[in-house]
Structure formats: structure tokens, C-alpha cells
């Protein structure tokens, strides 16, 4: 089963700190874009932070200077350090990926979402 697991969400005061990884499991290969986007309740999805397998990145603009993505492309992993937190960076965080599968013998592209990991800016 190809999945997207992550981990490091919680609750950290304003002004705090937090990581955040993603690490992609499963006959997945090829993997493109690794990156973040958040949900916070009442709103829409929006875009966080994405680096390619070249290691070109693409932030949203609420975090910039703020957040910094990186990956480790022989883990799979893709990595979110959130520094300088707002209360309104509260959010749901879903990982997103893209990259090649085989099924049935046949090479296949897909795009992946993880379960979201939930960090709350709270003092």
C-alpha cells in the first residue's frame, strides 16, 4: 500500500517552534513534488510549502521567512520546520506527493495526500 505518514504536529505557544515530516512508504518510485498545505476550520486548503526532486521550493506567502521546507530524497521524506508561529498558522496539515507506481505490470502515476497532522498556536 502506498501511503503518506506524518508526524510532528501539536500544540506550541506563539512564537514557538515545530517540525514536521512526511515520509512517503509503499512501491512508490520517480516521487516529484513533496510539499505541505494546511486547512483551518471554516476555510479552504491552501498552499504552504513545496519542493521538487530538484530542491526547488515554493512557499505561501503568510509563511514566508517563517517556514522552511526541505527533503531527504533516499527517505522519501519531506520535512516542514515552522519557526516564529502565529496563532493563525492553527491548522490542519496534509502532506502531498506525486510519483510512479506499478499495478498489475502496468506503471502508473499518482498523487498522494496524507492524513493531515493537527498543530494548534495556542499560549
Known amino acids: 500500500q502506498v501511503q503518506l505518514v506524518e508526524s510532528g504536529g501539536g500544540l506550541v505557544q506563539p512564537g514557538g517552534s515545530l517540525t514536521l515530516s512526511c515520509t512517503a512508504s509503499?512501491?512508490?518510485?520517480?516521487?516529484?513534488?513533496m510539499g505541505w498545505y494546511r486547512q483551518a476550520p471554516g476555510k479552504e486548503r491552501e498552499l504552504v510549502a513545496v519542493?521538487?526532486?530538484?530542491?526547488?521550493?515554493q512557499y505561501g506567502s503568510s509563511v514566508k521567512g517563517r517556514f522552511t521546507v526541505s527533503r531527504d530524497n533516499a527517505r522519501n521524506t519531506v520535512y516542514l520546520q515552522m519557526n516564529s508561529l502565529k496563532p493563525e498558522d492553527t491548522a490542519v496539515y496534509h502532506c502531498?506527493?506525486?510519483?510512479?507506481?506499478?499495478?498489475?505490470?502496468?506503471?502508473?502515476?499518482?498523487?498522494?495526500w496524507g492524513q493531515g497532522t493537527l498543530v494548534t498556536v495556542s499560549s
Open positions: 519542493i521538487t526532486s530538484g530542491g526547488t521550493t
Open positions: 509503499g512501491n512508490i518510485f520517480s516521487i516529484g513534488h
Open positions: 502531498n506527493s506525486d510519483g510512479m507506481t506499478v499495478v498489475g505490470g502496468a506503471t502508473r502515476y499518482l498523487e498522494l
